[in-house]
């Protein structure tokens, strides 16, 4: 191993102390190397089953990994590196990586009718007009899936009616003959190994994807199921022209172009006919985020709801800081007896975990058999009225973050020099004076950082607003936007919700939260200047 | 829901403040004062009064939790503040007709697998921060912090596609597998890097380089001489971690949907959705049973977080 010190580093240069590098124990060296053995291992062992399915992007992916390790752990450089790299790696791979994925979604009109890309989509067309001819090949025919029975993947297992010894295994990519591990018995394949045969209910709860699979077959047929159990091959009746970009019906010589409607396009006539409702995945720019802003059912509320997001989080940072804040003060002072028992069970709320509260919480404001009517002696339906359930979320809000500020400011109290708040006192600064001038401001440099944090954290704190009101109370005449919506369950309601999942609206509204976070959280930051000394 | 962050910078990390103690007025072994019970109410009275105002306020909730799963009806009709009947209905009932078990062994292997990865790396990270100066290290430390503010659930979908892909050619990490899940989870490995390197900074270098003198590496350094002087601080975290982890909600609820990868959080959200009113008696026994180990280790571990946690986390 090399010098941990680098003599190059302003930092340690003219240090007075010789050093001589330490070396690793051997054992500590048979572990890097087999730690780097599995690691290669894995990549070549994984590297044939990628280069067969073409998914080249996580095919480079994992290179770069390897790469990586075997560069900052098979060499005697770059001594940081050997360190940060593991976690810096999960990082960039689970939450970079899905990031910069999911700007790249937000250009596009991914969702609901348009998972494929264009290609698929014609073969889908074209695949769904195979019709029968009386010479049509028949095969008997099994359903499988190396993935869920609901959802598939699904592969066909082909056996030809007049060739009983030969099995075709099908996908959406063509044929291949003779897979392995098949069961042959009487002209049918009844297993196969990894996949699950389906039976008859199951193919009918997933008939709907399975009508749409269309197998390509070498000379310019498919094979499409009959049935449950029998397949035929024929020839489609449509026709697609890639250089033209059209599809020609042949037996009615109608013509089908793509055309633009909406935010996707389709095949139509003429008159403006779809051939078929499936669209395919398309660079759509920057629409998703123009729609943002000037959709009229969304910019009607957004302002709203814009407003009471950070109304939410600014209230929920203060409430429970100045609560939890209040506490230790309180607490924190030594002739209290019985401190310790304050603090621990102050905590309490901390170390339960937050989807309990939660949900908890939710029952606590019903308005007949709820706890808070039931003490305090209210009437109150608190999720019927938008202004009682914005109290409801804001009061659980407080009770679930308060223990937090706490431990915080009861910890940033005492570090604060004695000394520091006797010489105010000293000098005739009474009791609050003293904690107004003194104590607070250093205090909130201790505690500024984590206020931000906090306020970016329940800026898009999906979990307490869609565990507790759904985003509700919902009024008929605007029935998207809930009374209690921040702006994150506000669009993903929009974008998952009726009408469809639109992937690529989410990803746009996704960005945008990032950055609005991101600059309020800058923004912060700076004006607290919480960040200056930080070596 | 799940981010943990670091401490901030320039905090002080004090671990129970032993120190602020000794030196403070009146700690423990100061001489008594007598004072008059008007000037004792004026001084330290009113401390309680607050005091006790405070920990209803903390506790009413919980022991609602206690009373609804002891009550037999079990919903939420008849559930009070005070247990008014003990009956462990609702626990054998959890047990015998849910799967408990399932989810309980679950949660347990997500959050010990994440909390481990998660303190390992984040203190090999927090010991580069803290003991070498390479270029970067400014900025790597400030991109840290701003990335962690950002919830994994915003990018939510990219993270379901990708894990459907790599299922498709490593089927045991794939979605609705708790390996994937856990893989999911380590992305937020560094999240204890900032509490950790201030624990770090607080051990003087000449420690290290006495070590190194005598010939150690600094991989040595590392295992042997820094990682057990912070053995406390680890456990804070790996506590917060610990917590943040089994309340975890939204991601489980679009990555495990098989019965039997459930986790706590998405089976007992299962069992109240299915029935807000009259399964509350299941879910408070469930709750309960999920807090406990939890709180247990919140009291026991209790001297370090108060005086240690000036930094700590965003619970959700």
Redesign the interface.
Known sequence: ?AD???PT????RGSR?A???????VP?ILVKVLLLGIVIGTAIA?TP??VA?E?WL?LTVLWAVTLILVATYATGRA??????V???L??A???????A??AK?SFTNYGDGTRNDKQTTVEQIVGSSVTRADDSPQYNLTIAT???PASG?FTYFLVPQDDPETVFEGTEDGLQEDPGGVTLDSGRVTAVDGYTVLDIKQISAASDALDEIAIPTDSDTFIVRDGTSEAFEGAPTLVYDEDADTITDEASGTVYTAQQQGDREYFVDEGGQRLSDQSWTANVGTDNFKRIFTDSRISSSFFGIFVWTVVFATLSVVGTFLLGL??AI??N????RGQ?I????????????????L??????Y?Q????IN??TGLNINWFGGSFTAKVAVLLTNL??????MF??S???L??I???LT?AARIDGANGFAGFRRITFPLLL??????LV??F??NF?????I??LTGGGPFSPDNPTAGGTDIL?SYTYRLAFGAGGVQ?GF??AV?VV??VV??VI??LQFRATR??E??? | ?T?V?G????????ED?PV??A??????K?PKVKMGAKRWFR??G???L??VI??A??????S??VSASLNPLGN??T???IPQAFSLDNYTQLLDEQPFGTWYRNSIIVCAAVVF?QL???A??A??FSR???TG??G???AL???????????A???Y??FT???????AIGL?TLAGYI??M?????GQ?WLIKGFFDSIPMSLD?AA??D????????FRIILPLVRPILAVCGLLVF?GV??E??MASIFLRDEGNKT??TG??GL?DAD??NN?GV??AG?IM??IP??L???YL?RF????????????
């Open positions: 191993m941990p010190i680098d580093d302003p930092s340690h102390i050093r001589r590098p330490g070396r690793d124990d500590a994984l089953a990628l399915e998914s996580f001594l940081p590196a050997k360190y940060l593991p976690g810096t999960m990082l791979l689970f939450v970079v990586f899905p990031i994925l999911t979604t190396d993935g869920d993947p209040v506490f309180t607490l002072d030594p002739r209290v310790k304050y603090r621990a069970l102050l905590i309490l709320p901390y170390a339960i975990p937050g989807f309990i509260s949900l908890l919480w939710s029952s606590f019903n007949d058999f709820g706890l039931d003490i009770w679930m973050g308060f223990p937090y431990l915080v009861t910890g940033a005492q570090a020099p004695e000394d006797e440099v201790t505690v500024a950082p984590l944090a906090t970016a954290f898009n704190n999906f979990g307490a869609f565990l994150i992937i989410a990803a996704s939260l990032f976070t991101g959280a800058a919480s960040l000394d930080v070596n | 829901m981010q962050q401490p901030p910078p320039g905090t002080t990390l004090v403040a602020a103690k030196s403070g007025r009146g700690g423990g100061a001084e330290v009113w401390r309680h607050v005091g405070a920990v306020w903390a506790l009413f909730p919980v609602y939790l939420v009709v559930s009070t503040l990865v390992f790396f984040s090999l990270a010991f580069a070498f100066r390479f290290r400014r790597g430390l400030l912090l701003l990335i962690q503010m950002f919830p994994q659930f915003l990018a979908v990219a993270l596609l990708m892909d790599i299922g498709a050619v490593i089927p609705d893989l999911m380590c992305g937020g490995s560094l890097v380089e190194m003198l010939g150690a590496s600094h991989v040595q350094v590392f917590v089994i309340g909600f939204l706590l959080a007992l959200y109240i807000r009113s509350l879910f408070a709750s999920t807090a939890v709180v280790l919140f009291l209790q977080i108060v005086g240690g946690i000036t930094a700590g986390g965003v619970k959700g």
